[in-house]
Structure formats: structure tokens, C-alpha cells
């Protein structure tokens, strides 16, 4: 089975620009997670949806931040305008209802905005 | 403030001894725990989780114990073996209101060595 799909694997980007990042998640999942890792921070949950309705949004940095789920196998994370803190990695995590905590990550997508 | 710690960033074995991994968390709410792996350029996968309720949880080679009152968990590996080489996340999360929001700590980065 496809796990967790991500694009793109590596976007490098100039300050100011729209960057939109994709995600296909296990089919059958009824959860999905975006997170951020970084070096300092380590892995944050930016926010997550349960059957392609968002449930907490309460990590998302600020409004240049959105994230959608228009259906249950693709999930967009947007940030408009960039900016260099923006860098890191973000990875796209989904779950089924049943298992608790047991999510199944993407291979992830490294930004740079430079 | 960093609700799960793993004060040890990395950590050396040689193959065939023990390892041990340490996490300490500081929210009394949280009622479950989890271990993930992590290799280099992947997304990091689910290896054991405990419930609160229990003190021991054992997997083949993967043992996780939890100490409540001192509020710390170990993942103990035996015997490690070189592919072990990865970095290990300690999560936490309070199932109050089905909540899916984990709380991650840095990791620890361990090398087995052949």
C-alpha cells in the first residue's frame, strides 16, 4: 500500500513568495496532521483534521499560515507571503480513528526561503 | 517550555549491548506515551506506545516502562543492532476529549556500533 505522499520533496523559494505544499494521505485514514521540524523547536503540530474538517488550528504560526483539506485524499498547507523563518521541514501525518497516536508520516518536504 | 524532554541529544551503544533512552515530562495530565524513529530524509514511524495505566510495555526487541510518579519513560533496546542507528522521539498526549494532539520532545540521536 501507498503510504503518505508529499510534494514537493525540496522547494527552495525567495521571501515574500507563495509556497503551497501537498499532501495524499493513507487511504482510509480518518486523520490528518500537518507538522513543522525544526532544529530548535523540534516537531510542532501545526494543525490537524478529522474527516476533512479542521480541529485544531491552535499551532498555525499566524495568518500568512492556511491549510485546507478539500476532500479525503489531498490537504494543501499555504504560506503566503514566505518568509526565511518559514524554513524547515514539514511533514504531512495521518491516522485512523481506531489507533490511537499511531500516525504514518510523509517522507516530508524541505523549505528554504531564502 | 518543553512539556517532554529528552535531556541526552545522542547516545552511543555497541552492538548486541543495551540501549536506553530517556524521556521526562513535566504535564501530570498526560495519560499516554509514545516512541518514534526516525531515520535521516524520512518521516518518523510509530515503534511502541504505553498507556498510563501500565507501567511495562514490551515488543520483541522494544521495551518501554513508565514511572507515573517520577513522570518518566525509557525505551530500552536489547540487543541493538547497527540499523537501530536513528534518532528517537519520546511524544505524550491526554486523551481527554479524544484529544490527537501529541507533544513531542527533541529527540535523541543513537549510533550502534558494529
Known amino acids: 500500500d501507498a503510504g503518505v505522499i508529499q510534494s514537493p520533496r525540496h522547494e527552495v523559494t525567495e521571501m515574500g513568495q507563495e509556497v503551497t505544499l501537498r499532501c495524499k494521505p493513507i487511504?482510509?485514514?480518518?486523520?490528518l496532521f500537518w507538522y513543522r521540524q525544526t532544529m530548535m523547536r523540534g516537531l510542532e503540530l501545526l494543525i490537524y483534521?478529522?474527516?476533512?474538517?479542521?480541529?485544531?488550528d491552535s499551532g498555525m504560526p499566524e495568518d500568512r499560515f492556511s491549510a485546507k483539506m478539500p476532500n479525503a485524499s489531498f490537504s494543501t498547507l499555504k504560506i503566503q507571503p514566505s518568509e526565511p523563518r518559514d524554513s524547515a521541514v514539514y511533514f504531512c501525518?495521518?491516522?485512523?480513528?481506531?489507533?490511537?497516536?499511531?500516525?504514518?508520516f510523509g517522507e516530508g518536504s524541505r523549505l528554504t526561503v531564502l | 517550555d518543553q512539556q517532554v524532554k529528552q535531556n541526552s541529544p545522542s547516545l552511543s551503544v555497541q552492538e548486541g549491548r543495551i540501549s536506553i533512552l530517556n524521556c521526562d515530562y513535566t504535564?501530570?495530565?498526560?495519560?499516554?506515551f509514545l516512541w518514534y524513529k526516525k531515520y535521516p530524509a524520512e518521516g518518523p514511524t510509530f515503534l511502541i506506545s504505553?498507556?498510563?495505566i501500565k507501567d511495562k510495555n514490551e515488543d520483541g526487541r522494544f521495551t518501554v516502562f513508565l514511572n507515573k510518579s517520577a513522570k518518566h519513560l525509557s525505551l530500552h533496546i536489547v540487543p541493538s543492532q547497527p540499523g537501530d542507528s536513528a534518532v528517537y522521539f519520546c511524544?505524550?498526549?491526554?486523551?481527554?476529549?479524544?484529544?490527537?494532539?501529541?507533544?513531542w520532545g527533541l529527540g535523541t540521536s543513537l549510533a550502534v556500533n558494529p
Open positions: 501525518a495521518s491516522s485512523q480513528a481506531s489507533v490511537y497516536g499511531e500516525l504514518f
Open positions: 504535564n501530570s495530565m498526560f495519560d499516554y
Open positions: 483534521f478529522n474527516n476533512n474538517v479542521p480541529i485544531d
Open positions: 511524544a505524550a498526549s491526554g486523551e481527554a476529549g479524544n484529544n490527537r494532539k501529541l507533544i
Open positions: 487511504s482510509g485514514h480518518d486523520y
Open positions: 504505553i498507556s498510563s
